[in-house]
Each structure stands twice: as C-alpha cells, then as structure tokens.
C-alpha cells in the first residue's frame, strides 16, 4: 500500500492500544477521522487510531472505475462470487499493518479491527485468522466473508475473540439479512458477538451506534 495511513493518537500518555480502521468502498482513510471526537473516550485511554487508505482497484460493479477498494465488486448480490483473491491480499496486508504496531510496541491485545462495509470484511476476514491474540473486531454495515472457509482456518488463539456487529435495518448496499447470517453463523462457531441492530438506519453510522462503538471499546480496552 503505497499511501500512509492516517495516525491520530488520544490520550494524556504514549499509545499503548491500536485501533485500525477500515474505511468502506471508494472512500479513503479520512472517512472515520471525524468520529474520534464523537467517541467522548474516557481520557485515560491512550489509542492510536490507524485509518488505512484502500488501494485504487477497477471495480466490476461500477463499470471498472478505478476507486480506493479492498477487493472488487462482480455483482450486486453482495455475497454472491466473492473476490476471494482480493479479499485475502488485503487481509494481508493488515495482517502486517497489526504487526507493525506489535514491532512498534504495542500488544497484539490492545490491537482492535475496526471496518465499515468492506472494511468490516476485512477486519472479520484478518482478524478471526490471525494468529497472535487480539482485543476485538468492530465490523460494522458488513458481512462474514469465505464463511465456508472458516471452520478449518480460525485462528484458536482468538476463539474468544470479542465481535461487534451493528447494522441497519434499511440498508440498501448490504442487505441486513446477510449480516443476520454472518451472526449466525459466528455464533454458530462459538465467538463473542455483540449485536446491533438500527431500525431505520441506511448504509451509514448513526448516533447511537457510535455510542455503542465507544462502549464496547471503553469495555474490551480500559
């Protein structure tokens, strides 16, 4: 990924928690830079927040325009043929994002996921594979990707991985019921999910759900 990400740390004292952010399809890592403030974090938690920019891809769905992706798009069924090729070189490339902040000094268990739409399955995707322990994955307005794949490739390190999952019961991009299955199927493997769902609520982030992001974060971090 040839962009840096942008860095934003809180806090009164060094890092020593990570979130890396994933944004959603055609957006760049600024997208979540406005939502730290709205967070209100309890002030003794110093974090660094990482927001990656995806890097420029063709996307099938949008007549191949070359736009920040994490993977392409082929239709608009959502979890119909998944670009797995693509899917699993971004999982890469934050699975050496996490590294990086290990190597830099913080614990691979005060690092959380965190992702928006294809962010979110990619954070999922990285995340329950990954093989040192991690504090979390936020996967918001997204869906499990390579479900079938799942069973033989968890990582067992983070069985017990704590999930949240919020969406939208009026979102027209991912459908609700695909990230209805995804619980399922994660609580069907036994994970931690905590689930949100916002009646309403398109393919964005409201109010309430960045109340119950700092929660979870002040839950799974403090």
């Known amino acids: 990924m040839a962009d840096k990400p942008l860095v934003i740390e809180t806090g009164m004292h060094a890092p020593d928690a990570c979130v890396i952010w994933l944004h959603g399809l055609g957006a760049d890592g600024h997208d979540f830079e406005p939502i730290i403030p709205e967070l209100r974090l309890d002030p003794g938690l110093n974090i660094r927040f990482v927001f990656p920019h995806a890097p420029m891809l063709p996307v099938t769905i949008n007549q191949g325009f070359v736009m920040r992706a994490w993977y392409d798009i082929r239709t608009a069924d959502i979890g119909s043929e998944p670009d797995e090729k693509g899917i699993r070189k971004s999982s890469g490339l934050l699975g050496k994002m996490i590294g990086a902040q290990i190597a830099g000094g913080i614990r691979s268990d005060r690092i959380v996921l965190a992702g928006f739409s294809q962010g979110g399955v990619i954070a999922l995707q990285a995340g329950l594979r990954y093989s040192k322990k991690l504090a ?4 918001l307005s997204t869906y499990l990707p390579l479900e079938d794949s799942l069973d033989a490739e968890k990582s067992e390190i983070n069985a017990d991985i704590p999930i949240l999952l919020a969406h939208g019961s009026a979102d027209p991009v991912i459908p609700i019921h695909l990230a209805q299955r995804s619980r399922g199927k994660l609580e069907q ?6 689930w949100h ?11 309430q759900e960045i109340f119950h992001i700092a929660e979870w974060l ?5």
């Open 136 to 139: 979390g994955i936020i996967a």
């Open 189 to 194: 493997e036994n994970y931690q999910v905590e």
């Open 197 to 207: 769902e916002y009646k309403g609520m398109p393919h964005s982030v409201s109010e």
């Open 218 to 222: 002040e839950k799974v971090l403090i």
